[in-house]
């Protein structure tokens, strides 16, 4: 799938919607702490690999910059003590295959594992703005959560907005995990050819610069 089917298919909206709600209440748990999501064990380990390579990186990055954007948004998320599910972990819509039937299928599944719902849902729906559909992202909240057998024959209005609003906080995580993860590649490639280490630094800039423009959203919703 793409960006273009998430946002403008709510067909393929409402089935993807279904699926990933099947998947996080395989095994829905409260909050236990940091140590069981495993984004901050993602993040922490490729930060770790960062600073052992720091001679590899651009100088325009700065890792103590990173490092303390990390800490800021792990002690927003942690404090508002969001729903821990198990997640597909790169829930993204190249990770998501149509099958000849127009059914749907989750691929990809190395990185599950219990993590922040809010995380797994805000990765797979952030767009660029062009592309972002909120009608499309809403319709795929409510079916998501009447999927869940208490909300059966419930008005879930008032819960669709709250979703909203934790998927919303993580928004600029999706994106500066993003970045880590681009500059991480380029710390580690030993024998990278110049063209992909090039693209890799772009990359790592334009989530970079999403993460700068969506950092407002941190604080907005993870404080309200």
């Known amino acids: 799938m ?3 089917d998430i946002h403008s298919d709510d067909k393929f909206s409402k089935k993807l919607a279904k699926i990933v ?8 748990m409260g909050h236990k702490g940091s140590e069981t999501c495993l984004i901050w064990k993602w993040i922490d380990l490729m930060l770790q690999e960062i600073e052992d390579s720091a001679k590899e990186l651009p100088s325009f990055v700065n890792y103590e910059i990173l490092r303390e954007e990390v800490r800021k ?14 997640t597909h972990g790169d829930l993204k819509p190249s990770n998501i295959m149509i099958l000849e039937d127009n059914s749907l299928k989750l691929i990809d599944l190395e990185l599950s594992g219990l993590n922040y719902r809010g995380f797994d849902l805000m990765k797979l729906y952030r767009a660029d703005c062009k592309v972002f559909s909120e009608e499309s992202f809403f319709t795929f909240l409510y079916e998501y959560l009447a999927e869940y057998p208490l909300n059966k024959k419930k008005n879930i209005r008032g819960e669709v907005e709250l979703l909203a609003s934790e998927c919303r906080t993580f928004e600029p995580l999706t994106w500066l995990e993003a970045a880590i993860f681009f500059i991480f ?7 990278m050819e110049i063209e992909t280490r090039q693209a890799n630094i772009l990359l790592f800039k334009e989530r970079w610069l999403a ?7 941190l604080y907005n919703y993870g404080r309200s």
């Open 21 to 28: 709600s099947k998947l996080h209440r395989e095994n829905r």
């Open 73 to 86: 948004n792990r002690s927003i998320i942690e404090e508002a003590k969001f729903p821990v599910t198990l």
């Open 185 to 191: 590649l380029v710390c580690v490639s030993e024998k």
């Open 211 to 217: 993460y700068q423009e969506s950092r407002w959203l």
């Open 2 to 4: 793409t960006e273009v």
